[in-house]
Structures are given as structure tokens and as C-alpha cells.
């Protein structure tokens, strides 16, 4: 089967291998970000690798920003979660989510000073969260959520970007309820989204417009959108493969499929949860300092 190699995209420098990274993502622009805690503690996790929790709280962070291989520093003052994701908003803002404590709001936002600007609560298991360039902001859930909390039981939610919500997903007559979201792809004004429990692609527009295809890839785990052609990474049992299709009005249709590889073209082995932006896919393994990118 023929291969596709992801290319390098940014890289974590040096300096700061004494620091932990509590999270870690690529935004709309196309930067990387990395959120690094002085002062923090590897705790066992049942579910996969150890992960870094923060010793006290609250405390100072230190965002590092890297645009095309100029690196930024910022320092987020004050943060009181431990922090499982963050993205960027346009205005140079941030928004962290994570864990605040029993009956905390969950999420953050920060102003281009590193100084918190608002706290509000966004709904439980959140599995994405994802900004574009137009002030829009979505939101993805599992069925922990879905079940529990009334904020995530749309299972896709949109957000401006002060953190009012907008819009949440009610499928169209016919259609399957959100369970669990297992690959999310955000462009500007657009979402594209793969849930349980059939797997169609579900396109979501930021005026409200919605677009439901069935799709026969199971259970991806990535998704990149450019124009009618769409590819999905993994699904069916097979994390390394790609699956390209094309979008039709009701359908979207596998039309070839790849092997995806490491730059050297070396095995794709466990990666972390793929971050979708429009026609870019990014991807990190085991370590959170590395970034690659395939685009379609």
C-alpha cells in the first residue's frame, strides 16, 4: 500500500527540557503552543502515560509560542486549574480548560497580558476545544458529558469567543444523537465532526447551517477538510491509515488509502489526539515537544 510521510512542524527548544508541558496544541494560525509549569509532579495515570499535575495552586504559567520557528514567551499569571487543553483566541487571548476543584468553573481565559480575564464553566468531559481566526469557539464531548451535564449534552457546542454560548447540535430528523465525539475538525466559521455511534460527518456552520453524511469509516481519529475532499486518519482497527474520500450531498466516499509514516518513513506508532485545522492535520507522539503535519 502506498505511504504518505508526515513533514516536521515545530519543535519545543532545548531551553526548556527542565519544564513540564501540561498541555499543549497548534492554533488556527498555525502555531504551536506549549503551556510549561516550573514547578510541577508526574502522577501516574490508569488510562496511558503519567501525566504532569501542578504541585500548588494557583500558579504561573509559561506559554511558548512558536510561529514558524520564532519562539515567544508569555507568562499566564494566576492560573487555578489543572490544565488538560488550551487553544488560542484571535486578540491575542487564551482559554485553558482542565480541573478547578468539585463546583469550579472549568475554563479560563487570559488577555494578551498573561492576566485572567474570565472564568466560566463549559460543560464536562470535554474532549476539543477549538478556536478559529472569526471568534467562534467549539467545544466536543464524550459520553461522560453527554449523560451528566447539560452544558455538554449537544455534544458540539459553538462559543464566541468571550465564552457565551452560541449554538448547540440537535440532529435532524432521522439523524443519531451525539454519544461521543472522536475527531473534530475546526476551520474558520466551520466544524467538521466524526461521533458515535454510526460515524457520519457532521459539518456545522457558524450561521447555524448544518450538513449530516453517512460515512463507512469507523470510529476515526482525525480529520482534514479541503473544499469536497476530506481525509480521516485511522478508523476500522488501523491507527496509521488514511482514508482519502470525497464529500457528495449525502455521502462521503472513500476513494483511496494510504499508510501514514513518520518523516523518515519509519512506523506511525501511538500518537496523541489529532488537532484538525481546515486542510492541515497536526499530530504528536509520545512526546508533546514534537509537532508534524500532513496536509490534504
Given at each position: 500500500m502506498r505511504k504518505v510521510a508526515l513533514r516536521s512542524h515545530a519543535l519545543l527548544p532545548r531551553r526548556y527540557d527542565d519544564r513540564k508541558v501540561l498541555a499543549t496544541t497548534v492554533d488556527a494560525w498555525g502555531r504551536a503552543l506549549w503551556l510549561l509549569c516550573p514547578d510541577a509532579e508526574l502522577v501516574?495515570?490508569?488510562?496511558?502515560?503519567?501525566?504532569?499535575?501542578?504541585?500548588?495552586?494557583?500558579?504561573?504559567?509559561?506559554?511558548?509560542?512558536?510561529?514558524?520557528?520564532?519562539?515567544?514567551?508569555?507568562?499566564?499569571?494566576?492560573?487555578?486549574?489543572?490544565?488538560?487543553d488550551l487553544d488560542a483566541l484571535p486578540n491575542g487571548r487564551i482559554i485553558l480548560d482542565g480541573y478547578g476543584g468539585t463546583d469550579e468553573p472549568n475554563t479560563q481565559i487570559y488577555g494578551r497580558d498573561g492576566r485572567p480575564r474570565r472564568r466560566l464553566s463549559m460543560g464536562r468531559a470535554m474532549g476539543f476545544l477549538m478556536a478559529d481566526r472569526l471568534n467562534h469557539l467549539w467545544s466536543a464531548y464524550g459520553d461522560e458529558g453527554v449523560f451528566a451535564d447539560p452544558i455538554s449534552s449537544a455534544g458540539l457546542v459553538r462559543w464566541d469567543s468571550g465564552g457565551n454560548r452560541r449554538w448547540g447540535y440537535t440532529p435532524p430528523e432521522g439523524g443519531r444523537h451525539i454519544v461521543d465525539v472522536y475527531a473534530l475538525n475546526v476551520g474558520d466559521g466551520v466544524a467538521h465532526a466524526a461521533y458515535y455511534p454510526t460515524f457520519p460527518l457532521l459539518q456545522a456552520h457558524a450561521d447555524g447551517r448544518i450538513h449530516v453524511r453517512k460515512s463507512r469509516v469507523t470510529g476515526p481519529s482525525g480529520i482534514a477538510v479541503h473544499g469536497d475532499d476530506v481525509v480521516m486518519l485511522g478508523g476500522d482497527?488501523?491507527?496509521?491509515r488514511l482514508h482519502r474520500c470525497r464529500m457528495t450531498?449525502?455521502?462521503?466516499?472513500?476513494?483511496?488509502?494510504?499508510?501514514?509514516?513518520?518523516?523518515?518513513?519509519?512506523?506511525?506508532?501511538?500518537?496523541?489526539?489529532?488537532?484538525?485545522?481546515?486542510?492541515?492535520?497536526?499530530?504528536?507522539?509520545?512526546?508533546?515537544?514534537?509537532?508534524?503535519?500532513?496536509?490534504?
Open positions: 501516574p495515570n490508569p488510562y496511558g502515560r503519567p501525566s504532569p499535575v501542578p504541585r500548588r495552586r494557583p500558579y504561573d504559567a509559561l506559554l511558548v509560542i512558536s510561529d514558524a520557528g520564532a519562539v515567544q514567551e508569555r507568562v499566564l499569571r494566576n492560573v487555578t486549574l489543572h490544565v488538560y482497527g488501523q491507527h496509521d450531498d449525502q455521502d462521503v466516499l472513500v476513494v483511496d488509502e494510504a499508510v501514514l509514516t513518520m518523516p523518515n518513513g519509519a512506523p506511525l506508532k501511538r500518537y496523541a489526539r489529532p488537532v484538525g485545522r481546515g486542510r492541515r492535520l497536526y499530530l504528536h507522539g509520545a512526546s508533546s515537544k514534537q509537532w508534524y503535519v500532513l496536509e490534504v
